[in-house]
């Protein structure tokens, strides 16, 4: 069974999922691994003064009222198909119905998606024209989209097209720079972007582990990275795949490792020590 530790501070309790290779730490140090949110009904947890996150993957902009979100790789079941591999095609319908959820909850100015709406590279795949139709018809009426042109979203344009919704290289909202992450150069100022599918993985003392997204956040450097909406493709574990470091060209020299998880247990965010300092863990452990 996985571990759970309750600590608590002035703002109450918050549990998380204890990895293997954070035995022997003291209670002031295992303080910091986690921090909970000031209420449980509050919205979403807030990074950064304009930015708050929600279980799930998505992030709000709130200045703009302007929810993002990444790396949805709406039909990807027909590409693994294509593979000799056949599952359930359920993600479109489970992203819809979070979205659906999260919009109502908030009720966002517009929706912009930071890259990777569809899977496949090379063409538009029969489940792809209708996962994608789906979902901008979902949307229609409801809130405004923009789309954001990732690595696999080379013939997006044409499905978009049929609703006059422009693909874009990035955009900016409230004054933060929105892309995928596949290609540029870091800027000044609030950055979110998506392309490294974050996760972390946790486990116990006999073995059993759990690969969780995360989302990732740097403060000094002012960069956000969402985790994928995607249940067909969770992530990278980032404290155990060191190449994950050079993913993206907006990264710099150090890579993940200033970087700090932000996982959710249900509505609580679990915010981890740096990057750098779980791979030290991990390894001296």
């Given at each position: 069974m996985n571990e759970f530790l309750s600590i608590w501070d002035r703002h109450g309790a918050a549990s998380y999922l204890r990895p293997p290779w954070v035995r022997g730490m003291c209670a002031q140090r295992l303080l910091i691994v986690a921090r909970p949110s000031h209420s449980e009904t509050v919205r979403g947890y807030r990074v950064a003064d304009n930015v708050e996150i929600f279980p799930g993957g998505a992030a709000l902009l709130l200045d703009d009222n302007a929810l993002v979100v990444a790396d949805m790789h709406l039909g990807y079941e027909a590409a693994l198909e294509s593979e000799g591999l056949s599952i359930p095609r359920v993600q479109s319908k489970k992203i819809e119905q979070y979205l659906t959820d999260v919009i109502d909850e908030v009720r966002p100015s517009k929706l912009v998606v930071a890259g990777d709406l569809k899977h496949n590279f090379s063409r538009n795949l029969t489940q792809e024209w209708r996962d994608v139709n789906?979902?901008?018809?979902?949307?229609?009426?409801?809130?405004?989209?923009?789309?954001?042109?990732?690595?696999?979203?080379?013939?997006?344009?044409?499905?978009?097209?049929?609703?006059?919704?422009?693909?874009?290289?990035?955009?900016?909202?409230?004054?933060?720079?929105?892309?995928?992450?596949?290609?540029?150069?870091?800027?000044?100022?609030?950055?979110?972007?998506?392309?490294?599918?974050?996760?972390?993985?946790?486990?116990?003392?006999?073995?059993?582990?759990?690969?969780?997204?995360?989302?990732?956040?740097?403060?000094?450097?002012?960069?956000?990275?969402?985790?994928?909406?995607?249940?067909?493709?969770?992530?990278?574990?980032?404290?155990?795949?060191?190449?994950?470091?050079?993913?993206?060209?907006?990264l710099p020299d150090t890579g993940l490792s200033t970087f700090e998880p932000i996982a959710f247990s249900g509505p609580k965010p679990l915010r981890f020590p740096v990057v750098a300092e779980l791979r030290m863990l991990r390894h001296s452990g």
């Open positions: 789906r979902f901008v018809r979902m949307l229609s009426g409801r809130v405004k989209l923009e789309v954001v042109k990732g690595n696999h979203d080379n013939y997006l344009g044409a499905i978009l097209g049929e609703y006059k919704i422009p693909l874009t290289a990035e955009t900016t909202c409230s004054g933060v720079r929105i892309l995928h992450g596949h290609r540029g150069t870091l800027s000044r100022g609030m950055t979110i972007m998506g392309h490294l599918h974050p996760s972390i993985r946790l486990g116990d003392s006999v073995g059993a582990s759990v690969k969780n997204p995360c989302f990732l956040f740097d403060p000094k450097m002012n960069v956000l990275v969402l985790p994928a909406l995607s249940l067909v493709s969770p992530g990278t574990d980032v404290i155990g795949q060191a190449w994950s470091d050079g993913i993206s060209p907006l």
